[in-house]
């Protein structure tokens, strides 16, 4: 099935105090930034330090992405966990919000778990939740969850859950896989996103929906232009752009470079902020990181003015 137009989500990056406090406001109007350029809100994705935030933080925050006008047909939020629990009230909250879905990591702990266990952890999941506007979205992200998602586990999961379980996340960087998810699934509207703008062409033209991309933070406007426009005869040269700049951004530690591009381009120094483990860049990072992005005229239009 063929998409007329693609979707690009982006795992929005969340806003920090100095305190290391989650900055409510800022977060909201970072939302607001986004989805003016067209981009939906996979809140609490890896690129959010979404596993350094707690539950009560996530519900809070997406509390205030409502309250703040946010519209939850645009927002999709990382509701995986490892502790079943944590998964459940967090899936629990969201769609009482009225999201459009939810993302979901497997419970990433444990290595080498079957997909008997990992089939329990989700049934277990839509069961407790227990909610028919429940909309779950896998995320498979071997490379760092060491936890894959079989094609036999998609399988089983929409065969007991085919209203619930509606679409994947492949940050494999596979594309083999990308290709073998939408050629498995796709005909009957099962939703396969790329984990990179860097095969958004390709998985469009295959019949996938669009991809969830770290990028989308800083480069949303091009990253939608292109996924609105795929058919169109400059497709090839606008892919070619957006992987050049994801190549950059790429030379460094992702979300720290993200973090202070953010910073840059509003104006806010805060939002160089990260939660440890993860460390800001340093000001050599910064100055490379800086002049490369000047030296291929990057910008993010409209965020100072957000």
Not at 242 to 248: H, Q, S
Not at 279 to 284: F, P
Request: with cysteine; charged share 20%; proline share 6%.
């Amino acid at each position: 099935m063929s998409h007329a137009t693609g979707r690009v989500w982006s795992p929005v990056i969340t806003p920090f105090t100095a305190e290391l406090a989650p900055d409510r406001e800022r977060f909201v109007a970072q939302c607001r930034w986004l989805l003016d350029n067209d981009v939906g809100l996979a809140v609490f994705g890896t690129n959010s330090e979404a596993n350094s935030l707690s539950v009560e933080e996530k519900s809070q925050l997406l509390d205030a992405l409502i309250e703040g006008g946010i519209p939850a047909a645009r927002l999709m939020p990382g509701t995986g966990a490892s502790a079943l629990p944590d998964a459940v009230a967090l899936t629990r909250h969201a769609v009482a919000q009225g999201v459009e879905g939810v993302l979901m990591l497997p419970p990433f702990y444990y290595k080498g778990v079957s997909d008997e266990g990992l089939f329990r952890y989700f049934s277990e999941v839509i069961e407790r939740v227990g909610d028919a506007r429940l909309r779950i979205y896998l995320y498979h992200i071997p490379p760092v969850s060491q936890v894959p998602l079989s094609l036999a586990l998609i399988e089983r999961l929409l065969k007991a859950y085919p209203k619930n379980v509606v679409g994947v996340k492949d940050s494999s960087g596979d594309w083999s896989n990308t290709q073998a998810m939408i050629d498995n699934f796709a005909a009957d509207g099962f939703q396969v996103y790329a984990g990179s703008e860097h095969f958004l062409l390709q998985t469009l033209r295959a019949g996938g929906a669009g991809c969830i991309s770290a990028t989308a933070n800083v480069n949303p406007g091009p990253i939608s232009a292109l996924a609105k426009a795929w058919q169109g005869a400059d497709a090839d040269a606008q892919q070619a752009a957006l992987t050049n700049t994801r190549k950059l951004f790429e030379r460094f530690p992702m979300i720290p470079a993200l973090k202070a591009a953010a910073a840059r381009y509003s104006g806010i120094e805060e939002w160089a902020q990260v939660r440890p483990p993860l460390v800001e860049l340093n000001e050599q990072q910064r100055q490379d990181l800086f002049a490369i992005l000047d030296e291929a005229s990057f910008d993010m239009p409209g965020l100072k003015d957000g």
